[in-house]
């Protein structure tokens, strides 16, 4: 399919008129869109019958519209349509593979006994020997090879029919060896009805797929929080389409920092370097993340690129000439926030070749590698000379240059007690200040209080030289906070809202491992803590308001499961996006079957493990199921076998059933799927991974059962997706990875702390006080709308409207506290400008903003679908009122860790 039509298909449900299967269009091209009202041909329609039937079965239905255009095409170009189509929808799910697990006859073939299973397996290893009879059952001319590990295997004992790999290494088995036996179609196995699927997808038809994409970048590049990996594989794409050589339809502004590198990377060869340069980069930070993304590694700063790419001598020389423009405190202070990428980097631009045209840059690049300059050197006097038109920021010490940045003199002014001096500091830097504001709270004089010792959070010993009151830094954080990106925003807001004790959880900057320790914190003033968060939630207020005026908002009080997502640059590419910490519902049906698919490259053997650990309500151990334990309780888990190679293109795929009533008859309540690399192989060395799972599904694999799919990507090597909750009957999102050694990786291993992560996730997320897409869908609809409709679960919608002199912040407090509505809806709910709902069955104005977690059924004219995230980014900062510094993206602490606390 093509690149473009595949991620409106995705992101829009939208199909690309002319483009999702010809050669790439263009401003020329018509896509050979047939007029309106063409005849139905005979064969064509058909066609058309036939591939509404095929995507019915995938959960997928066409719209009248695409529909309609279809009909018009030709045979050729349906079934080219139709074939691209298919294949895309299917890869979404998980479908578009053959999935073979070891036991073909999963569930009934698995062995009731794992132990003497194994038992067995090991006693053929050691004891058969080739012309010799079968040591299990002592027949004679029944022991062959098999190709390629060449283990002994008896024909009797081992059904060819039931394995689909040696039944001693469960290696793959060659397809063409004769051991293989043709097995029963694993479709007619239904030990249960099918769930229902009650709410289809509508596909729809996007005439103008140039246009489309065009909107669909501009909506990419305006976000203010960090992009997954999937978002950024789509800016790429799309710029890829877009792009003409001078790039001068790029925005003024792309706000987010690790995209503007990202896109500068895939144009800054083919326009005016030293002009791309110029309006997109204006920190040295900026120049770092654009060397990563042309070296084919992370913008974001987190891992190395995988090799040091040569630069042609004019795009070094423009980097150079950048940084050297840039002002001298600030460059030598980013050079050293990051002082391992730089050293790298300065192999590859050669900065002292160059230091007689880019002092400046060669002098920040000195006081980085610590380079001694003697003055009776060429190079040493022009590095002295040039240093001493900086007095204020460098200084000589011996032969060396030295610096003090922003950062050390925030933490010299904290350490002394200078709270006065530190708050000043920090108020040049509202991105800053917010990341430390939990930290600063617990140092103001509280209000109403007149000694210093009451502070209560100054180290003992620490001088106290300056008392700064609450409302100083309230003052301070009212103008801070207009300069600061919306995730930044919520972030600090959820952070200050949550109470102290227990446990603090810490998740590095862009990262989904997580660390513990106790949390010995003095606890905030509950009215401190108010009147922050009103400062905070009053700015997303004003925001909003500054957005056009709706008429009808309709809500889904559902949306207070799921939490806003500040970041996603570590959010696993998914079926169903949910940030992390996110809780819904798991399947209604008692019969939930997680896969796992993947194929290993050439001449690496992967070894995956899906496994499954049951923890009871305190989180003591229950049991497992995985290689080790094909079965706990009987049926109550069942894994359909451990293989260990997944050679293309079959590659290899395993089940595990979970039956929710027999596990908590077992005394189970929370159950943690995991995916383990056993063989320390990371992710994103597969040739494809993925997983996820069905409800009740009508054979091994039923697309039409598929709820969630997500890939393995990335260098982890442990996947927790999820924590189920098997009483409430709810999963809360984890996306998390463990912290890995060695290998031989498996539940046994890391029981506890699975345990830990699962029991941190739970009580952090479920008692403490993030900020939801409930809470952000409440500011648009209480500063931009008259009429609020809030769809509840229980009931008919409730009904609120703005009153007389009611501003913003007053009837937000009404529709968030869900209070004092207006009156209920009996009749069907009028058609909304704007609607942020759990599923997509709603009544929308043409035009309409819609954002559903399930957008199933959506239709109508022009609608434009939101992520998560764009709701976020409507409540960005105007570019004028952006201050210096970096738009950051998360609130943690100075080390640049996102603190999760636990209560």
């Given at each position: 399919m093509?690149?473009?039509?595949?991620?409106?298909?995705?992101?829009?449900?939208?199909?690309a008129a002319?483009?999702?299967?010809?050669?790439?269009?263009?401003?020329?091209?018509?896509g050979?869109?047939?007029?309106?009202?063409a005849?139905?041909?005979?064969?064509?329609?058909?066609?058309?019958?036939?591939?509404?039937?095929?995507?019915?079965?995938a959960?997928?239905?066409?719209?009248a519209?695409?529909?309609?255009?279809?009909?018009?095409?030709?045979?050729t170009?349906?079934?080219?349509?139709?074939?691209?189509?298919?294949?895309?929808?299917?890869?979404?799910?998980?479908?578009?593979?053959?999935?073979?697990?070891?036991?073909?006859?999963?569930?009934?073939?698995?062995?009731?006994?794992?132990?003497?299973?194994?038992?067995?397996?090991?006693f053929t290893l050691?004891?058969?020997e080739s012309?010799?009879?079968?040591?299990?059952?002592?027949?004679?001319?029944?022991?062959?090879?098999v190709?390629?590990?060449?283990?002994?295997?008896?024909?009797t004992?081992?059904?060819?029919?039931?394995?689909s790999?040696?039944p001693?290494?469960?290696?793959r088995?060659?397809?063409?060896?004769?051991?293989l036996?043709?097995a029963?179609?694993?479709?007619?196995?239904?030990?249960?009805?099918?769930?229902?699927?009650?709410?289809?997808?509508?596909?729809?038809?996007?005439?103008?797929?140039?246009?489309?994409?065009?909107?669909?970048l501009e909506?990419?590049?305006?976000?203010?929080?960090?992009?997954?990996?999937?978002?950024r594989?789509?800016?790429?794409?799309?710029?890829?389409r877009?792009?003409?050589a001078?790039?001068g339809?790029?925005?003024?502004?792309?706000?987010?920092?690790?995209?503007?590198?990202?896109v500068?990377?895939?144009?800054?060869?083919?326009?005016?370097?030293?002009?791309?340069?110029?309006?997109?980069?204006?920190?040295?930070?900026?120049?770092l993340?654009?060397?990563?993304?042309l070296m084919?590694?992370d913008p974001g700063?987190r891992?190395?690129?995988?090799?040091?790419?040569?630069?042609?001598?004019?795009l070094?020389?423009?980097l150079?000439?950048?940084?050297?423009?840039?002002?001298m405190?600030?460059?030598?202070?980013?050079?050293l926030?990051?002082?391992?990428?730089?050293?790298?980097?300065?192999?590859?631009?050669?900065?002292?070749?160059?230091?007689?045209?880019f002092?400046?840059?060669?002098?920040?690049?000195?006081?980085?590698?610590?380079t001694?300059?003697d003055?009776?050197?060429?190079?040493?006097?022009?590095?002295?000379?040039q240093?001493a038109?900086?007095?204020?920021?460098?200084?000589?010490?011996?032969r060396?240059?030295?610096?003090?940045?922003?950062?050390?003199?925030?933490?010299?002014?904290l350490?002394?007690?200078?709270?006065a001096?530190?708050?000043?500091l920090?108020?040049?830097?509202?991105?800053?200040?917010?990341?430390?504001l939990?930290h600063?709270?617990?140092?103001?004089?509280?209000?109403?209080?007149?000694r210093?010792?009451?502070?209560?959070?100054?180290?003992?010993?620490?001088?106290?030289?300056?008392?700064?009151?609450?409302?100083?830094?309230?003052?301070?954080?009212?103008?801070?906070?207009r300069?600061?990106?919306?995730?930044?925003?919520?972030a600090?807001?959820?952070?200050?809202?949550?109470?102290?004790?227990g446990?603090?959880?810490?998740?590095?900057?862009?990262?989904?491992?997580f660390?513990?320790?106790?949390?010995?914190?003095?606890?905030?003033?509950?009215?401190?803590?108010?009147?922050?968060a009103?400062?905070?939630?009053?700015?997303?207020l004003?925001?909003?308001?500054?957005?056009?005026?709706?008429?009808?908002?309709?809500?889904?009080?559902?949306?207070?499961?799921l939490?806003?997502?500040?970041?996603?640059?570590?959010a696993t590419?998914?079926?169903?996006?949910?940030?992390?910490?996110?809780?819904?519902?798991?399947?209604?049906?008692?019969?939930?079957?997680?896969f796992l698919?993947?194929?290993?490259p050439?001449?690496?053997?992967?070894?995956?493990?899906l496994?499954?650990?049951?923890?009871?309500?305190?989180?003591?151990?229950?049991?497992?199921?995985?290689?080790?334990?094909?079965?706990?309780g009987?049926?109550?888990a069942?894994?359909?076998?451990d293989?260990?190679?997944?050679?293309?293109?079959l590659?290899?795929?395993?089940?595990?059933?979970?039956d929710?009533?027999?596990?908590?008859?077992?005394?189970?309540?929370?159950?943690?799927?995991?995916?383990?690399?056993?063989?320390?192989?990371?992710?994103?060395?597969?040739?494809?991974g993925?997983?996820?799972?069905m409800?009740?599904?009508?054979?091994?694999?039923?697309?039409?059962a598929?709820?969630?799919?997500?890939?393995l990507?990335?260098?982890?090597?442990?996947?927790?997706?999820l924590?189920a909750?098997?009483?409430?009957r709810?999963?809360?999102?984890?996306?998390?990875n463990?912290?890995?050694?060695?290998?031989?990786?498996d539940?046994?291993?890391?029981?506890?702390?699975?345990?830990r992560?699962?029991?941190?996730l739970?009580?952090?997320?479920?008692?403490?006080?993030?900020?939801?897409?409930?809470?952000?869908?409440c500011?648009?609809a209480a500063?931009?709308?008259?009429e609020?409709?809030?769809?509840r679960?229980?009931?008919?919608?409730?009904?609120?409207?703005?009153?007389a002199?009611?501003?913003?912040?007053?009837?937000?407090?009404?529709?968030?506290?869900?209070?004092?509505?207006?009156?209920?809806v009996?009749?069907?709910?009028?058609?909304?400008?704007?609607?942020?709902?759990?599923d997509?069955?709603?009544a929308?104005?043409?035009?309409?903003?819609?954002?559903a977690?399930?957008?199933?059924?959506?239709?109508?004219?022009?609608l434009?679908?939101?992520d998560?995230?764009?709701?976020?980014?409507?409540?960005?900062?105007e570019p004028?009122e952006?201050?210096?510094?970096?738009?950051l993206?998360?609130?943690?602490?100075?080390?640049?860790?996102?603190?999760?606390?636990?209560?």
């Amino acid at each position: 399919m093509d690149p473009v039509a595949e991620v409106l298909l995705r992101r829009r449900r939208r199909v690309a008129a002319g483009v999702i299967a010809a050669e790439p269009f263009s401003a020329e091209t018509t896509g050979g869109r047939p007029h309106r009202g063409a005849v139905l041909k005979p064969a064509v329609g058909s066609g058309v019958v036939a591939l509404e039937a095929e995507l019915l079965q995938a959960g997928f239905l066409l719209s009248a519209e695409l529909h309609q255009w279809l009909a018009g095409t030709d045979a050729t170009e349906l079934s080219r349509v139709g074939h691209h189509l298919v294949r895309a929808i299917l890869a979404e799910l998980g479908a578009d593979v053959q999935h073979v697990p070891l036991f073909r006859d999963f569930p009934r073939s698995v062995p009731t006994d794992t132990a003497e299973f194994y038992v067995r397996r090991v006693f053929t290893l050691l004891l058969q020997e080739s012309e010799r009879p079968c040591v299990l059952c002592g027949t004679a001319g029944t022991v062959h090879p098999v190709a390629p590990c060449a283990h002994l295997v008896c024909r009797t004992c081992w059904d060819g029919a039931v394995f689909s790999a040696c039944p001693i290494c469960h290696r793959r088995v060659d397809p063409d060896d004769p051991f293989l036996r043709p097995a029963d179609d694993p479709v007619a196995e239904a030990t249960t009805a099918r769930a229902p699927r009650t709410q289809l997808t509508v596909l729809g038809l996007c005439e103008d797929a140039e246009a489309a994409s065009r909107d669909l970048l501009e909506g990419l590049l305006a976000r203010q929080t960090p992009l997954s990996a999937e978002d950024r594989a789509d800016v790429m794409t799309l710029v890829e389409r877009n792009r003409p050589a001078s790039g001068g339809w790029l925005p003024e502004t792309i706000p987010l920092r690790e995209t503007r590198a990202t896109v500068l990377a895939a144009l800054i060869a083919d326009g005016d370097a030293d002009d791309l340069l110029a309006r997109h980069t204006d920190t040295a930070t900026d120049v770092l993340r654009l060397l990563y993304a042309l070296m084919g590694g992370d913008p974001g700063l987190r891992t190395p690129p995988p090799r040091r790419t040569t630069l042609p001598r004019g795009l070094r020389r423009a980097l150079l000439g950048r940084l050297d423009a840039m002002p001298m405190a600030r460059l030598t202070e980013d050079v050293l926030r990051y002082t391992g990428p730089w050293t790298r980097m300065a192999e590859v631009l050669h900065p002292h070749e160059h230091h007689l045209r880019f002092p400046g840059a060669a002098l920040a690049f000195a006081v980085l590698r610590g380079t001694r300059l003697d003055a009776e050197t060429p190079f040493g006097r022009a590095m002295l000379s040039q240093a001493a038109r900086h007095p204020g920021v460098l200084r000589v010490d011996g032969r060396r240059l030295r610096t003090v940045t922003f950062a050390a003199q925030v933490e010299n002014a904290l350490r002394d007690g200078d709270l006065a001096t530190a708050l000043a500091l920090l108020a040049r830097r509202p991105g800053e200040l917010l990341r430390r504001l939990s930290h600063l709270l617990r140092l103001v004089q509280p209000s109403g209080s007149t000694r210093a010792s009451e502070q209560g959070a100054l180290a003992p010993g620490v001088p106290v030289r300056d008392v700064v009151g609450a409302g100083s830094l309230l003052a301070v954080l009212e103008e801070a906070v207009r300069k600061v990106a919306p995730g930044v925003v919520v972030a600090t807001l959820g952070q200050v809202r949550t109470p102290s004790g227990g446990t603090r959880l810490f998740q590095p900057r862009g990262g989904a491992l997580f660390w513990a320790q106790p949390d010995s914190r003095p606890e905030l003033p509950a009215r401190l803590v108010g009147d922050v968060a009103d400062v905070l939630t009053r700015e997303m207020l004003r925001r909003a308001g500054t957005l056009p005026p709706l008429d009808r908002v309709v809500l889904d009080e559902g949306l207070t499961d799921l939490i806003a997502p500040a970041s996603e640059r570590s959010a696993t590419s998914a079926l169903v996006r949910i940030a992390r910490g996110g809780l819904q519902p798991i399947p209604r049906g008692e019969r939930i079957r997680l896969f796992l698919h993947w194929t290993e490259p050439e001449g690496t053997r992967v070894d995956l493990d899906l496994s499954v650990a049951v923890y009871d309500e305190r989180w003591e151990f229950v049991g497992l199921c995985d290689y080790t334990s094909l079965r706990i309780g009987g049926d109550a888990a069942v894994h359909s076998g451990d293989l260990t190679s997944a050679p293309g293109p079959l590659g290899s795929s395993e089940f595990v059933d979970l039956d929710v009533r027999a596990l908590r008859e077992l005394g189970g309540r929370y159950v943690m799927p995991v995916v383990f690399s056993f063989d320390d192989v990371p992710f994103d060395q597969l040739v494809r991974g993925f997983a996820g799972f069905m409800e009740s599904p009508a054979g091994l694999f039923d697309p039409l059962a598929v709820r969630q799919r997500f890939d393995l990507a990335g260098p982890a090597k442990t996947l927790v997706p999820l924590v189920a909750d098997l009483w409430s009957r709810t999963m809360r999102w984890a996306d998390l990875n463990l912290s890995t050694r060695g290998r031989g990786h498996d539940v046994d291993g890391y029981a506890a702390q699975l345990a830990r992560l699962g029991s941190a996730l739970e009580d952090f997320y479920g008692l403490g006080e993030r900020v939801t897409l409930w809470e952000v869908a409440c500011w648009h609809a209480a500063a931009r709308a008259g009429e609020v409709l809030v769809r509840r679960g229980d009931g008919a919608p409730l009904r609120y409207a703005r009153r007389a002199g009611e501003d913003a912040w007053a009837f937000a407090s009404r529709l968030m506290a869900a209070r004092d509505p207006d009156g209920t809806v009996d009749g069907p709910v009028g058609a909304a400008s704007l609607a942020a709902v759990i599923d997509g069955d709603v009544a929308l104005a043409p035009g309409a903003e819609v954002y559903a977690l399930y957008p199933d059924r959506l239709e109508g004219t022009g609608l434009r679908l939101l992520d998560a995230a764009d709701l976020l980014s409507g409540l960005a900062v105007e570019p004028e009122e952006v201050g210096g510094g970096e738009v950051l993206s998360s609130a943690g602490s100075t080390a640049g860790a996102v603190e999760v606390q636990k209560r």
